[in-house]
Every structure is written in structure tokens, then in C-alpha cells.
């Protein structure tokens, strides 16, 4: 297995636009999580998910964001009506369960202009 | 609450220096681990060391070390003759009891001047 994979890697879109991103993770991995990245700052926790059960969602996640793991593998993550404030880079890790170190994708970096 | 405080917000060496990156976290719960990833220019987060609370023996990697000391609340990481390669941002993170989610902090950018 290659890693933790992410999809797009660059995404550019007008305000008000819906956008999505795709995260591919380690394949033995039952946990999976979201996080979001500003300049000069560490991850922040979005969401995560066990198998296919979101089992958490941070304050931060407004109710544009929406993400799925419909069937524990691949995961999908949603922003809609996107704000400028949203401009961030989106990052994805996978995990065993338990308190197991999460391995990072390569993120994907969304501007809303 | 948990939270993870890395107050040195840039630091700069030269070429075979050693080099301390600080790491204070917070948590009330009584299990719980220590993470420290570094984050290249190339932006990916590579996973370095993981630490549980109960095992505070300090633990030694190449040219990495990590200092992990309870009574302060500190988990630092030094890297010893630091190269260019280093130059990167470390992050410290902490998983509470639950281990559901990483709590980092605001990273610390190391440059090694060559």
C-alpha cells in the first residue's frame, strides 16, 4: 500500500460553489479522520469516522460540511456554499483503532476566491 | 480540556548544531499519548514518535531524541548535529483517553542553515 491518498490536490472555486474531496486511506485501516490546516497553524479535527460510522464531529464543522464513508473505505468529504473563510488545506489521515498514530495524506489545498 | 503549547514559533541553527523543539500539553485524563510529526516543505505530516503516558523513559532515534517528563508536562524532542534536511515544522500532538482525535500545536518551523 502507497499511503493515504487524497484527491484533488488543488482546488480553486468561487464563493458560493459546492466542492468535494475524496480521501483514499491505508486499506487495513478501520479509522479514518478529517482535519483542516491554516497557514501557520497545527491540523484542526473536523470528523472521523470507524469503519463506515461517523463517530465524531468538531464544533468547527458548520452544517455546509458534510462528509461519508459509505462503505469504510473511501471517504468523502463536502463543503457547500463555500465562503473565503473555508480556504484552507484539508487533510485526511487513516489509523488502526485505538491510539495508534494516524498516517497523513498530502492534503488537498482549496481557495475560494 | 486538552491542549498542546509549542511556544517557540520559529527557530533557526546552523548546520551540526543540536536543536530543543518544546512541547507543553494539558489533559486531565490519566491515559493518553504523545505524538511529535514533521511537516516538510513538501506539506505532508510524517509521523516520528508516539508516547503513552505510563512510559516516561526517554527514547533515542539516530540523531532524534524525545524527553518525556510528567511532573512538567513536557514532551521535547531534540535533534542532534542537525542537517539541512531537518528544515521543516514539527508538530506536537496529544490523543486523550479516548483516542478518537489529535490535538496539535501551532508548530514549530526549524530552518538548518547550511
Known amino acids: 500500500d502507497t499511503g493515504v491518498s487524497q484527491n484533488p490536490r488543488h482546488k480553486i472555486t468561487k464563493r458560493g460553489q459546492n466542492v468535494t474531496f475524496r480521501c483514499d486511506p491505508i486499506?487495513?485501516?478501520?479509522?479514518l479522520y478529517w482535519y483542516r490546516q491554516t497557514l501557520g497553524q497545527g491540523p484542526e479535527f473536523l470528523t472521523y469516522f470507524q469503519n463506515e460510522a461517523q463517530l465524531e464531529k468538531s464544533r468547527l464543522l458548520s452544517d455546509r460540511f458534510s462528509a461519508e464513508r459509505p462503505k469504510g473505505s473511501f471517504s468523502t468529504l463536502e463543503i457547500q456554499r463555500t465562503e473565503q473563510g473555508d480556504s484552507a488545506m484539508y487533510l485526511c489521515?487513516?489509523?488502526?483503532?485505538?491510539?495508534?498514530?494516524?498516517?497523513f495524506g498530502p492534503g488537498t489545498r482549496l481557495t475560494v476566491l | 480540556a486538552q491542549k498542546v503549547t509549542q511556544a517557540q514559533t520559529e527557530i533557526s541553527v546552523v548546520e551540526k548544531e543540536d536543536v530543543t523543539l518544546d512541547c507543553v500539553y494539558e489533559t486531565r485524563d490519566t491515559t493518553y499519548y504523545l505524538f511529535w510529526y514533521k511537516q516538510p516543505p513538501s506539506g505532508e505530516l510524517v509521523f516520528l514518535i508516539r508516547r503513552n503516558s505510563f512510559d516516561e523513559q526517554n527514547e533515542i532515534s539516530g540523531r532524534y531524541s524525545w524527553n518525556f517528563q510528567k511532573s512538567t508536562s513536557s514532551f521535547n524532542f531534540t535533534i542532534t548535529a542537525s542537517q539541512v534536511v531537518d528544515s521543516a515544522v514539527y508538530f506536537c500532538a496529544l490523543s486523550g483517553d479516548t483516542g478518537n482525535q489529535f490535538y496539535f500545536g501551532t508548530g514549530t518551523s526549524l530552518t538548518v542553515i547550511p
Open positions: 486499506s487495513e485501516h478501520n479509522r
Open positions: 489521515a487513516s489509523s488502526l483503532e485505538g491510539w495508534n498514530e494516524q498516517f
